[in-house]
């Protein structure tokens, strides 16, 4: 490898989508590292500064990824991860954008790239690459 | 929002608002009348309101549309742009408008079609200020009244849609979890991150759609309860009757779990009228979460009993207990209770077997209670009123027994 490999934070509740994106992401050369609640995905986000965040809507509460997200971007605590790139994944169609059509509301709690869910794995391992360019793989 | 008027439309900018006005505190008076225009003002400022005025069908819709006040008054009869034209006009704009309409006696049939047209009411000139006061009073009332109705209705709409999102997300979660997992295993092919994982994940994707079975099955259940479906049969029962073959059927689940179960019973028999499947889906529901939500060589306890003209049923375990918090939302759909101090996770469910139970219970004139104490254990309650014939086959609805039947 280039370097060493990019970290990618996945916040999840569902254990075995952490399972089936983590081995994905582990097997095209990303250091995975996993949390099932925002509580601990913001906690292991301040420890390891990823490159990357996966994150869930729906976990606990309805809207706890808008929430971990807001932290991320605006919180002092999270200064470090106030530019990581974020993609935020659910089963609702509907993305943030389309959800909150009033532009402050959206501003709060834009990610940078709304994924549905099930992921399309061809879309996804792009948006990564593209977020999270890593070194090729040797 | 500003009050100002284009020069030449008013005689002078809004009473009472130096730069701004709340939007529900502005009238518009359209009128080609001077003086009425004037005394119009007079009368509405000292009621507190923000008067706009215009000598002109066109330039007060124009007006309209710049300020969105609440409460429109304008004069039927008038050069250009008629009354009538400029109700349909603003009810274009903002059909929760209130339009008074003012009128001289011999256009009183004007005035009609006007409250057709949809008008709120209408004042026949001359007027005194004690009737227009009153009539903008009611008027500002009634699109009070409007407002509030259509907050209740938006407020019912964003809780539905909330509802409807939630449902669609727990609808999905196991099949995303299962085409996921497909998924990388298509594209990993033999690659070693796969190999490791194959029998595990194919594991995982039966469970989640067993998972997805059982979500079904007891969505299902609950909507033909709702439906009137289920416990919709009305016959007498003997719960005593009906809660004998309870160790049969659950010891060797309760045992498989290292529990005991135990079942207390009065000899006499405990009449209700009711629906015996419904009843044994509640009860399946009640003792399966006793197995379920119970720490190792715990134990279950179902009895039943006759009290102050009810029968209750109680199915008790001594398991983590509930924490008091979530009681409220005990019973709500898909409320789950969240995995306990020191464990990451808790046992599966659909978040549906007590929404069930409480709707059966319901549907059967009863009720179902809980007591829990964290750490120790919980017990549900169901109440039932007594009642009806004993039966004389154990947990077989009575058939009517001819004359005696009445």
Not at chain 1, 24 to 38: K, N, Q, T
Not at chain 1, 77 to 92: A, K, L, R, Y
Not at chain 2, 114 to 130: N, Q, T, V, W
Not at chain 2, 376 to 402: D, K
Request: net charge negative; proline share 7%; with cysteine.
């Amino acid at each position: 490898m280039q370097d060493s490999a990019r970290q990618v934070l996945i916040i999840d509740d569902d254990e075995d989508f952490r399972a089936s994106v983590g081995s994905l992401l582990e097997a095209e050369g990303y250091a995975v590292h996993m949390a099932a609640s925002g509580q601990d995905g913001l906690a292991l986000a301040r420890a390891i500064h990823p490159d990357l965040i996966i994150l869930d809507i729906m976990m606990e509460s309805s809207t706890e990824g808008y929430v971990v997200n807001q932290a991320l971007r605006f919180c002092e605590q999270f200064e470090g991860c106030h530019d990581t790139p974020v993609i935020m994944v659910s089963s609702i169609e509907s993305s943030p954008d389309e959800l909150y059509p009033r532009s402050e509301e959206v501003a709060m709690i834009r990610p940078t790239v709304y994924l549905t869910k099930p992921l399309d794995f061809a879309r996804f391992l792009e948006t990564v690459q593209r977020l999270a360019p890593r070194g090729a793989r040797v | 929002m500003t009050t100002e008027v284009l020069p030449g439309l008013a005689e002078s900018p809004a009473a009472g608002a130096e730069g701004a006005a709340a939007p529900e505190r502005i009238v518009v008076v359209i009128d080609d009348d001077h003086a009425m225009r004037l005394s119009c003002r007079q009368i509405l400022v000292r009621m507190g309101f923000a008067v706009e005025t215009f000598d002109n069908g066109a330039a007060g819709l124009e007006g309209v549309g710049r300020l969105k006040p609440p409460l429109v008054i304008v004069d039927l009869k008038m050069p250009g742009l008629s009354g009538l034209e400029v109700i349909g006009r603003v009810h274009e704009l903002d059909p929760e408008t209130v339009i008074i309409v003012i009128t001289g006696y011999a256009t009183i049939s004007t005035a009609v079609d006007a409250m057709k047209s949809g008008a709120y009411d209408f004042l026949p000139k001359p007027f005194s200020p004690d009737e227009l006061r009153l009539m903008v009073g009611r008027g500002m009332e009634r699109r009070r009244l409007q407002q509030e109705s259509r907050r209740f209705q938006l407020e019912r709409e964003l809780l539905r849609h909330k509802f409807v999102t939630f449902v669609s997300h727990q609808l999905k979660a196991p099949l995303v979890a299962i085409q996921q997992y497909l998924d990388v295993l298509r594209r990993l092919g033999d690659a070693p991150e796969a190999a490791e994982h194959r029998a595990e994940w194919l594991d995982r994707c039966l469970k989640r759609a067993e998972d997805m079975q059982t979500l079904i099955h007891d969505w299902l259940t609950l909507a033909q309860v709702e439906g009137g479906a289920l416990a919709r049969r009305r016959e007498p029962l003997d719960v005593a009757a009906l809660l004998l073959p309870v160790p049969d059927t659950y010891q060797p689940v309760a045992a498989a779990a290292q529990l005991t179960l135990t079942c207390e019973l009065p000899v006499e028999p405990l009449p209700i009228v009711g629906d015996a499947s419904a009843l044994s889906v509640l009860l399946d529901n009640l003792i399966t979460n006793a197995i379920r939500y119970n720490r190792p060589h715990g134990s279950i306890r179902v009895s039943a009993s006759r009290c102050a003209g009810e029968v209750c049923i109680a199915v008790e375990d001594t398991g983590r207990g509930i924490p008091e918090e979530c009681l409220p939302f005990l019973f709500d759909e898909f409320f789950r209770v969240g995995p306990a101090e020191g464990e990451t996770t808790r046992p599966s469910g659909t978040g549906l077997g007590l929404p069930i139970c409480r709707r059966i219970a319901a549907e059967m004139g009863g009720t179902i209670e809980v007591r829990s104490v964290p750490g120790q254990g919980s017990t549900f309650t169901v109440r039932l009123p007594a009642g009806g014939a004993t039966s004389s086959h154990p947990g077989v609805p009575n058939e009517p027994q001819g004359s005696d039947h009445r």
